[in-house]
């Protein structure tokens, strides 16, 4: 079946410029994840969606980042005027209800802030 | 979330199992044991979970000491797709709230030809 699905695959963009990066998840997953991963790092957490629940914004590193989840399916993460510390690649991951609550990972977008 | 120990590479022929450690020596009764996997370049991909009983799915299986404080990662036939870095992590599995991912270091599996 369909896997997490992410686009674009790679951004490069300048200083200053805003970007939408975009996460469709497996169909039927109530939870969606956003993550960044620095080059040679860990997983960084930015945001959780559940279901109609306000969003979990806790690893929004400033207020230049926002996400948004329509109708519980697809999900935009914005970054307004990128800087070049925003370089990563961001992943999108999607986990079924119930107590399993493993997460299926989206293949990512390489963003690139020159 | 239960601390995990794994080390930090192993090397594996192509065609043998491989088996990966993973140390929680601190796990809860309510903390499950689960793995992940990230080849290089890609996102990490899920492959399986356990409490306290085995488990096996089409990717591995999964041996959990009777005492909860070790389990192995059992890849039965590896292959040059394998080659990947392996993450151990134990949390509790809970529904209804953020339970965002937290990878330590893990293990850089080389799978030889």
């Known amino acids: 079946g369909a896997g997490v699905s992410q686009s674009p ?4 963009t300048e200083k200053g410029k805003d970007v939408e990066l975009r996460c469709d998840p497996i169909s039927g997953h109530t939870a969606l994840y956003w993550y960044r991963q620095s080059l040679g790092q860990g997983l ?8 109609n629940s306000a969003p979990d914004k806790s690893g929004l590193p400033s207020d230049r980042f926002s996400a948004e989840r329509t109708g519980g399916s697809v999900s935009t993460l914005t970054i307004q005027r990128t800087q070049q510390e925003d370089s990563a690649v961001y992943l999108c991951a999607s986990s079924p209800t119930g107590a399993r609550n493993e997460q299926f990972f989206g293949p990512g977008t390489r963003l690139t802030v020159l | 979330d239960a601390k995990t120990t794994q080390p ?10 491989a088996n990966l450690p993973c140390n929680h020596s601190t796990i809860s009764g309510n903390e499950y044991v689960y793995w992940y996997r990230q080849i290089h370049s890609q996102g990490p991909q899920y492959i399986i979970h356990g409490l306290k009983n085995n488990e096996t799915n089409e990717m591995a299986s999964l041996i959990i000491t009777e005492d909860r404080k070790s389990s192995t990662l059992i890849l039965p036939h590896a292959t040059l797709r394998d080659t990947a870095v392996y993450y ?10 953020a339970r965002q991912l937290t990878f330590g270091s893990g293990t850089q599996l080389t799978v030889l030809p």
């Open chain 2, 8 to 17: 930090p590479s192993m090397d594996c022929a192509e065609g043998r199992a």
């Open chain 1, 9 to 12: 695959s790679n951004k490069v």
């Open chain 2, 88 to 97: 151990c992590i134990v949390r509790v599995a809970t529904s209804g709230s």
């Open chain 1, 44 to 51: 960084e957490f930015l945001i959780y969606f559940q279901g």
